[in-house]
């Protein structure tokens, strides 16, 4: 399939196991694809272009400890971040995520108009961009001002 069109979603049904989380991880690696970290967009390129299957990527060492590398970054971030950060990157991520919803539901309607071209390049939690993590004041149930602790300790 390396022949310069890219995967979809539905081959990436094996490692997915159904729609929404194969379409959640097209994204994800179109996401990826275009980051700063260069072993993740080796990566992400081989599974979109099809040089590299989602289980060769998952399972190899190298990939997975940088995924593991990003994640622990974002969760050092996240535990430095200030109550109005926290606030800021809620809206930020509100906005980001009535931009995905609406995107979702573009390609509901017409599942094969639905090309990379219709993409963001923007990642979320980029400086400047659209995005980042869930504050504690946008979750359900959690009323605004109040910050519970969590498995690290209290905010």
Same mark, same amino acid.
């Given at each position: ?49 099809? @040089?590299? @299957? ?102």
């Amino acid at each position: 399939m390396a022949d310069g069109r890219e995967v979809d979603q539905g081959e990436l049904l094996g490692v997915a196991k159904d729609e929404e989380r194969a379409r959640s991880l097209l994204r994800a690696l179109r996401t990826l694809s275009t980051g700063h970290d260069p072993k993740l967009r080796e990566m992400a390129n081989g599974v979109l272009r099809g @040089s590299l @299957s989602a289980e060769q990527a998952f399972t190899d060492p190298e990939y997975t400890a940088a995924l593991f590398s990003g994640a622990d970054k974002v969760r050092r971030a996240g535990e430095l971040r200030s109550d109005a950060e926290a606030r800021e990157a809620g809206a930020r991520f509100g906005e980001w995520q009535r931009a995905r919803d609406a995107e979702q539901e573009r390609e509901e309607k017409d599942p094969d108009g639905a090309s990379q071209d219709r993409r963001s390049t923007e990642r979320p939690g980029a400086p400047g961009g659209p995005g980042g993590l869930r504050g504690p004041d946008q979750l359900p149930g959690i009323r605004p001002g109040i910050r519970p602790g969590n498995r690290f300790g209290p905010r």
